[in-house]
């Protein structure tokens, strides 16, 4: 694959320097002034701008929702070199890690599903990332607090994440960096970006990374390329077009995780490496994405963009699942059966906008409509091995195990269902509006239809429906002063559910909002952001089992009351003075489950049990004045208790006590050029379980570290 990797760097290239040679001639025309949100090293952590939330192009101090943005300088800063890492990082989201190469995130009590990429939605139904995305490519990452109903219609009252790519440069500007660390980490990453002329400029980055793990067995071997080229074709038009691939390739991954507690109910405190992984385990994901984008400005104040996005994703694996409830005494009574995995995923999405400005009655008023089409195409097939498990007999402690099993052989669990064929098509119409009703009170709103439409069969289970759907978004800003402004807003989201009632119809879809109220200040000469704001979100008509009128051949649903999440959030991000840059963020969340949904939900109280009550997420740098060049930080995220029934009958509870994942860094530039960074990570060796999403779990990586010698040309 590596080679694969250097072809299309050097494909993307010789076809960005032929394409720069053609006739886009300079008639005179005046360039467009283009403002590069660059991120360097010497950054501090404050980002002023966000699209996530509107499409209007206002600050973040202007916008009636919460924002959070990890910027570069940060993910530099602290080696943060894969997505998870940094949602870690970001105040108010939990990262679920489930197993090696499954993640799923949580916001205010809710699964994230809304991810975006420039600012353009990509339509899902499932909230998990599988292999890990690197941030390689990534300028900054941005997440909206709460219901996005505006900006993406279907979703959660959780938040929306928002991937901004790196962009072209006008200056040529070269970076290599190559680290090494624990468990024979090896990468390498560079990052090229310049002008081959006034018309057209260039941004490449190529990733190559092959690192062992504190999991026994557990290795990964990731490749990523990402090119981009912006053509000025007149002085009012960009074309941008962009490739991207990313590969992850893992050896013995976790299908699954470890079991959490014994036949007496007390945790199997297993060794933090242990895995259920089978030698001959492996997972490959690999990522493709083509973006097309045309803008074109009308006058001064209006512009239209359309953009096109194909992308594809597929998964290849064979994997080993251990289930059961060991002995306490022996570690014994535990199953294995291995699965054979593959899935396609394929999207195609439309979107076109414009936006600008008007004035009426003596003010300015921004306004943003457009469309979007979105296609998109699933499928997989996972075959089943329940033999090999059973004639392993029995499963070894799993403290004991060196991953020898039986290599599968495979068949398939059901003909009539081997897995899922499912098509949905998304149709989105959306309009975005700040009205200033005066120099100091602004109203933003929206509205946006969505109409989905699925059809086909997912393990047995028919997929097909169609369901409309309108929500909106309402926010009010008041600036008290230059560096004051205060906000309330309600936003709006639905999700499609395809359950049906005792009369045979599709319940009517899950409707989710969010109301929140807050302060933003901007401090020390607007160096220093704080976000303060109230939430309250709630989730309701979500099908629940009719108990009463089931049958055991056939189960009914109803729609009950659903989740109520409410709480508040302090952020605090940019320069505290001395030296020091920080992003900061407190979150505490209260859940509430309904009655009914609980007595129909056996998941439902689960929810409050493991998403954590308190979170507390902090980074900081200090700039030494004394050593030029020098610097050093500390990452840190502190969470109180969760806990997960796992037995109700016997009263079988996993706890994770509260605990704090401390990392420290060092920099020192050596010259204007070189610099050398060393980063420790949970120095204090704290031993905890990654998530309690499922009744299995797997422990976080203990004390690491790693050093990376930075080369700017």
Known sequence: MTSRVFKLSALFVATSAILSGYAFADDGKKDIEKIQVLGDKHSNYLAVEAETATKLGISIK????????VTRALMDDFSLDDVNQVLETTPGVSVEKIETDRTYYKARGFDIVNFQVDGLGLPQERGSLQGTLDT????RIEVVMGANGMMTGAGNPSATVNFIRKR??????????????????????ADVSGSFNDMVSSRAVVVKQKRDSYLDRYAVDREVFYGITEFALTDTTTLTTSLTYQSNDADSPLWGALALFDNKGQPTNYDVSTST????????????????????YIGDEWSVIARYAHTQNEQDSNLFYVYGTPDSETGLGLTGYASDYQLRDRLNLFDVYARGSFELFGQEHLVAFGASEADMYYFDRSLYD??????FPPMPNMNEWDGVAPVPTLVDVNPAAPGSDVHSEQSSQYVSARFSLTDDLKLLAGLRYTNWKTQGLSYGNDKGREE??????????YSVNDDIN????????FAPQ??????????APIEGDTQELGVKAELFDARLMLNVALFNAEQVNIAVADVANSTPDKTVHKAAPGIQSKGYEIELSGELGYGFSANLGYTNTDIDVSDTFNAGNVEAQLVKDYTPKQVFKLAVKHDVEAIEGLSFGMNMRWQDEISRIQNATENFVTKQDAYAIVNFMASYDINDQVNLTFNANNVFDEKYINSLYWAQGFYGAPRNYALTLNWSL
């Open 468 to 477: 409309s759907d309108t929500t909106g978004h309402v926010g009010l800003m």
């Open 62 to 69: 202007e916008t009636p929702q919460s924002v959070r943005v």
């Open 168 to 189: 072209p440069t006008a200056d040529l500007r070269a970076d290599v960096s190559v680290t090494a660390g624990s468990w024979s980490n090896k990468r390498v990453e």
């Open 498 to 507: 395809t359950e049906k009632d005792i009369n045979g119809l599709q319940l």
């Open 136 to 139: 390689a490519i990534y300028q």
């Open 277 to 296: 992984a089978a030698d001959w385990a492996y997972w490959n994901n690999t990522s493709k994405q083509a973006f097309v984008e045309l803008e074109q």
């Open 486 to 493: 205060v906000y309330s807003s309600h936003s709006e989201t």
């Open 386 to 391: 329940y033999q090999t498990g059973n004639g």
